[in-house]
C-alpha cells in the first residue's frame, strides 16, 4: 500500500504560480512511476505530467513550458511546479502512484486531491 497526501493548492490569479506537492508513504525508490493529473467539473480526469524512477519526464500538451514536475528521493516527494497560470488548468489536481509487483502486474494508488482555482 502506497499513501499519497497532496498539498500546496489554492487560488491564483491568471499569470501567477503556485507548488503542489505530493509526500509518498514510503520510499519512492519502489515506486516505478508517479504522476500528477486533474479533473475539472464536467471533465474527465486527465494526465498532466509524469515521472519515472529513472526520471524521465511526460507533459500533457497543454502544460508543456509552464509544469515542472520534479521528484526528491530523500524526502519521498513529486512536486509540481505551476507557472503562467491559466483559467483553464483549474481544477482537483491528484497525484498518482504506480507499483509493479513480482509479476509485473501494476497496482495503482491515489491522494485525495488538492484544489487549484486560477481566477482571470
Known amino acids: 500500500q502506497v499513501q499519497l497526501v497532496e498539498s500546496g493548492g489554492g487560488l491564483v490569479q491568471a499569470g501567477g504560480s503556485l507548488r503542489l506537492s505530493c509526500a509518498a508513504s514510503?520510499?519512492?525508490?519502489?515506486?516505478?512511476?508517479m504522476g500528477w493529473y486533474r479533473q475539472a467539473p464536467g471533465k474527465q480526469r486527465e494526465l498532466v505530467a509524469a515521472?519515472?524512477?529513472?526520471?524521465?519526464?511526460n507533459y500533457a500538451d497543454s502544460v508543456k513550458g509552464r509544469l515542472t514536475i520534479s521528484r526528491d528521493n530523500a524526502k519521498n516527494t513529486v512536486d509540481l511546479k505551476m507557472n503562467s497560470l491559466k483559467p483553464g488548468d483549474t481544477a482537483v489536481y491528484y497525484c498518482k502512484a504506480r507499483r509493479r509487483d513480482r509479476d509485473n502486474r501494476p497496482h495503482d494508488y491515489w491522494g485525495q486531491g488538492t484544489q487549484v482555482n486560477v481566477s482571470s
Open positions: 514510503l520510499s519512492i525508490f519502489s515506486i516505478n512511476l
Open positions: 515521472i519515472s524512477s529513472g526520471g524521465t519526464t
